[in-house]
């Protein structure tokens, strides 16, 4: 069933169980309020009197609306003010509209609280048998001691010097000519002007 009720200028089309939201009515959360002014009346396709009909609603809370900002404005004459209002409003539900009342559903519930069951934590999982507990130890500090490269060694061993094969020490980087003891590097003698050396001594023919 529906109804058209009138209340602070307004009209509403309410339902068993509707909640709407009403200029400021006198009254606490929780007063019961009833609503005289019914304009019009039905039950699905068909209409019933209003004759007599009352809707019956309770306050559900007292609230404010949206602020609204005024402003006025004279120019040329330094006028300015600003102001701010926020419309008192009464939130109703509506409980019966004449002889039918609201009964709530399965999904509404009873409106009862119950307290939220405690999570349990999930159980550990068991241990395997045969397992032995290994405490952890700290890492024993072990002191740095330098070992000597064997590398070398291992290398001179595997390939001993052959005798005859003559070892030259690698030359310094002087531009590759081998330095002298006065520090000085030492030239190869030049053969330009050096006399042709000379040959075996040719033998005479004989005289006869």
Known sequence: MFAVVRTGGKQYRVHPGDKIVVEKLDGNAGDKVTLGDVLLAGDGGSLKSTQGLTVAAEIVAQAKGEKVTVFKKRRRHNYRRKKGH??????????????????????????????????????????????????????????????????????????????GDVETAPEKATGGKKATAGGKSAKPASTKNAAPAKGAAKKSPKVK
């Open 86 to 163: 926020r419309q008192q409003h009464t939130i109703l539900k509506i409980v019966a509209i004449g002889d039918h009342k609201h009964v709530p559903s399965k999904a509404e519930g009873t409106g009862k609280k119950t307290a939220p069951k405690a999570e349990t934590a999930p159980a550990a999982p068991p241990k395997a048998t045969g397992e032995t507990k290994v405490a952890e130890a700290a890492p024993a500090e072990v002191e740095a001691k330098p070992t000597p490269n064997p590398a070398p060694q291992e290398e001179a061993k595997a390939n001993p010097p052959v005798k």
